[in-house]
């Protein structure tokens, strides 16, 4: 498995939707994005950390320049997880907004129909009364 594909994080809505039901599917997009959120918070500490021992100058040359290489390296992981966790809540929160069913109301419980990859449309239908609609992933 691809750590950077869809796949990995569960990204593609017509394979979450039609493998766990989009209320899973959303609800493990929340869990991954504060994950990420975790992440990034830990990261922003650990290169405090690591800029307080670059600070520190009565420590050797050596651990100094270590400190500062782990405290580079954190504050780029911590960017990452907060641009994923950004990233992957407000794509949840969007695509959430359209799951409502605009016939019956019914929220959440649709099946797949197909899927368009280059547009990022996936076309869905009710289950509870058939009705049709698209959803945009953009
Ligand atoms: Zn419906």
Redesign the pocket.
Known sequence: MNILSDHYFGARLADGVTKHGFRKWYERQLLSSHAHMLLALLSFFAMLAGLEGFTDTTGAGGERLVDLLLALACGAVALWAMRRYLYLLMRAEALAHQAN??????YG??HVLSEDRPQRLTQVC??????RWTIADN
Do not use: L, V
């Open positions: 069913c605009h016939e019956c109301g019914e419980r649709f009710c289950r509870r009364c058939d009705h």
